[in-house]
């Protein structure tokens, strides 16, 4: 496939549209969106290329995350739980609630979001529903990463990065551009990296947490003529890792016996193709992904034998996207029309094995507690010393939708949106599982009988969506006052993890209608069904208000201020449910109704003379995100605050730098340019976040501090960091599994040095 868009490129290839603001910023637009943040009718975060150079290592989305308000992106134990949530929005399982899109090509699959990062030049975050646009799992906001193109360089040109921090973490970069004229250019780019881990299993005395990976990425771009562009991406990347390093919330102490750990191979080939004129504008979009991985897990956590999961998956997605935006003879109206569709096809085998403790307490425990109320001298035994629940799905999504945009300026500084997206989504999954023993009764039976408990059939959904929105801005000098109102949705489908739980459950049912007796096994009626692995869709209206402001720019002083309100109603909100009792597998649900209410705001400051500049940056958000209804089986949670979701988020920064030779009007951007020193300090935090829908436990709010140091010196440059130095302890994560608590505790202090040459 790459040959063959290697080939289409020699014929049409792609611009990037590059805006002189307070920096240069590059930006992935679909339709009418401007990088100037008073021409936006929406709160949006932009991490520039000068604000990237002085931050610790940003090495994936996560390290992004902690500097946009309400954001967050947590460390859940591997690479695959790449949870995201925002303004109280998000769930821990399958759909996200934010699309991420690098260089205008969306990532498929959430599993896929946490990836090492190449050559990133600019990190923006779109908060609040991006559906009209952008359709499913949009509905929290749109990080879109960009990243350096082939004919950004004017010549030919070579960098090598070569970082070192704590745990013994190395990380080496190299990149290559080549712009063979001002019609073609390519790049090829690397990375690796490798820690030995910060959390130790006592149990083995080893690390939990070592890992791998790396990533290699081939660009093409070209521009044959003044009309057409294209750009051609070809990525493989690797992640080898010890996972899951979680504690005993009773003893602190991480302790289990059987391996854990995370495989995933990705395969991205993309094509971006772009056709603009003066009054009209064609973008083409097509992407395949392949996502392969495997994660197996000591699912008890423990140090004894229950039971372990070896899931595997092997995933290919692809999606088409046209989008036409025209302007007619009129300078007060613009319109934009597009149509999207995609299919997904994931093939999983998941087996969980039942280990000796695992069938002797979980199985045989609850079935003779039954039993022995019969037939007091009686017991089941079960022969096999090791049970394997076989569990094989096929998982599979399409859809399709059609979508338009118009806008209008009926008085020159009064600008309105109308949009609407129809998007048409089936999802379907098969499902084979079987868990074969042999069993006997002890007064009754002399030989182990064979028994299998065995689930096979279909289920499936067809599902529509209309996402509307509307936008009213009115633009002054200094100041831009904004509104909208607008609806999102997350995708529903199928949660295969609850699925071992079920078969358990059937197994314990199925061994007595097997002997003849009907006895109580312990077994829930309600996890006994393949048809409660299906959710709906969650939906969302959401109305913001909001405020870009130039507070003062003037000489060499510049004061920004972004402020907004938003409250969101949301139906069938997807939530994580946990069974009662010993059993580690977990669902997901939608709760009847919830809500969330808050504000963000934002503040920069720039000061610049002929050698210093000053740069500032706060940033602060609060949610209140709250079930209005809710009632899972095992509770009544309306009105208690929606978990996993801080309820409040800051980050403050101030970069004091250097220049050895004077700043310049001339100079673009005035960004950190070689022969500059800079130094550092920010600080983030969140908190509280409650960790059950009872809101009975929670972490409380905590805040690190980071520092920076940059000198920057022709083609080389250094770049010193540290996280964490005030060694705050607080957790990442927190869950109950078999009746215990465990929880994830963050990373202590760390502190590295990366150096880099550019020739």
Not at 195 to 213: C, H, L
Request: hydrophobic share 35%; glycine share 6%; aromatic share 12%.
């Amino acid at each position: 496939m790459s040959l063959l868009f290697g080939l289409i490129l020699l014929v049409l290839p792609l611009d990037t549209t590059t805006f002189l603001l307070d920096e240069v910023v590059v930006v992935e637009r679909k339709g009418t969106e401007t990088a100037d943040r008073q021409q936006q009718s929406r709160q949006v975060t932009t991490i520039s290329t000068a604000e990237l150079a002085v931050l610790p290592p940003v090495i994936s989305p996560k390290d992004i995350a902690q500097e946009v308000p309400n954001l967050a992106m947590p460390d859940y134990g591997s690479a695959m739980t790449s949870s995201i949530y925002v303004r109280g929005l998000g769930a821990r399982l399958d759909q996200p609630v934010v699309g991420i899109m690098v260089d205008g090509i969306p990532l498929l699959d959430k599993n896929g979001y946490d990836r090492a990062l190449l050559s990133l030049t600019q990190a923006t975050f779109y908060s609040g529903p991006q559906g009209t646009l952008y359709g499913r799992n949009t509905m929290g906001g749109i990080m879109a990463l960009t990243t350096r193109l082939p004919l950004d360089v004017a010549c030919r040109e070579t960098m090598v990065e070569v970082g070192y921090g704590s745990a013994n973490t190395f990380r080496v970069k190299a990149s290559y551009y080549h712009p063979v004229n001002n019609q073609f250019g390519w790049s090829l780019a690397a990375t690796y990296g490798r820690t030995d881990g910060f959390y130790t299993n006592t149990f083995t005395g080893k690390k939990v947490d070592d890992s791998q990976d790396g990533a290699l990425r081939l660009q093409l771009q070209g521009k044959p003529n003044s009309l057409w562009s294209l750009y051609h991406v070809s990525e493989a990347s690797y992640t080898h890792q010890g996972a899951f390093p979680y504690a005993d919330a009773l003893t602190g102490q991480i302790a289990f016996n059987s391996p854990s750990g995370y495989r995933r191979f990705c395969l991205q080939e993309s094509l971006r193709a772009l056709y603009e004129r003066e009054d009209s504008r064609l973008q083409l979009v097509g992407t395949y992904q392949l996502l392969a991985d495997h994660m197996f897990m000591d699912q008890d956590y423990t140090s004894l034998s229950y039971f372990t999961l070896n899931q595997k998956q092997r995933q290919h997605a692809a999606m088409v996207d046209a989008f036409w935006t025209g302007q007619p003879d009129v300078t007060w109206y613009r319109y934009s029309v597009g149509a999207t569709a995609f299919i997904k096809h994931n093939q999983m085998d998941a087996p969980v094995s039942f280990l000796r403790t695992g069938i002797d307490s979980l199985i045989l425990a609850n079935a003779n507690r039954g039993i022995h109320k019969a037939f007091p001298n009686d017991s089941l035994e079960i022969e096999e010393e090791q049970i394997e629940m076989s569990n094989r799905f096929l998982l599979f999504n399409a859809g399709g939708a059609v979508y338009h945009q118009s806008e209008f300026s009926p008085l020159p500084r009064l600008h309105i949106t109308a949009g609407i997206r129809l998007d048409c989504e089936y999802a379907s999954m098969d499902y084979d599982a079987a868990a074969p023993l042999h069993y006997r009764m002890t007064a009754m039976m002399t030989r182990y009988r064979a028994f299998q408990t065995a689930l096979s059939g279909s289920l499936h959904q067809t599902n529509f969506q209309v996402l509307p929105r509307l936008d009213i801005r009115y633009d002054w000098d200094r100041i831009t006052l904004y509104g909208y109102a607008a609806r999102g949705s997350k995708a529903g489908g199928y949660n295969p993890q609850i699925f071992s739980t079920i078969l358990q459950n059937r197994m314990m049912t199925d061994l007595m209608a097997d002997m003849g007796v009907h006895l109580n096994t312990g077994a829930d009626p309600r996890f006994t069904q393949p048809s409660i692995t299906q959710y709906k869709p969650e939906s969302a209206w959401t109305g913001e208000v909001g405020i870009h402001a130039l507070l003062f720019g003037h000489d060499n002083h510049r004061l920004t201020m972004d402020a907004d309100v938003f409250y969101t109603d949301v139906q069938d909100q997807q939530v994580t449910v946990f069974p009662e009792g010993k059993t580690t597998g977990r669902m997901m649900a939608n709760a009847a109704h919830a809500r969330s209410a808050g504000t963000e705001g934002v503040l920069n400051y720039r000061w610049t003379d002929s050698r210093w500049q000053v740069r500032c940056s706060a940033a602060y958000g609060f949610t209140d995100a709250r079930f209005l209804q809710f009632d899972n089986g095992m509770g009544d949670y309306s009105g208690k605050v929606v978990p996993y979701a801080p309820r409040h988020t800051f980050s403050v920064r101030a970069t004091m730098s250097y220049r050895f030779n004077k700043y310049s009007e001339s100079s673009v951007a005035n960004q950190l340019t070689p022969s500059s020193l800079s130094v550092t300090l920010a600080a983030n935090g969140q908190g509280r976040t409650y960790w059950d829908e009872a809101n009975t436990l929670y972490d409380p709010f905590y805040a690190v501090l980071n520092a920076t140091y940059n000198l920057m010196w022709q083609h080389f440059s250094l770049h010193v960091w540290a996280k964490n130095l005030t060694n705050t302890s607080y957790q990442t994560f927190y869950f109950v599994s078999m009746s215990r608590p465990f929880y994830q505790q963050a990373k202590p202090v760390q502190a590295g040095v990366t150096l880099r040459y550019r020739f």
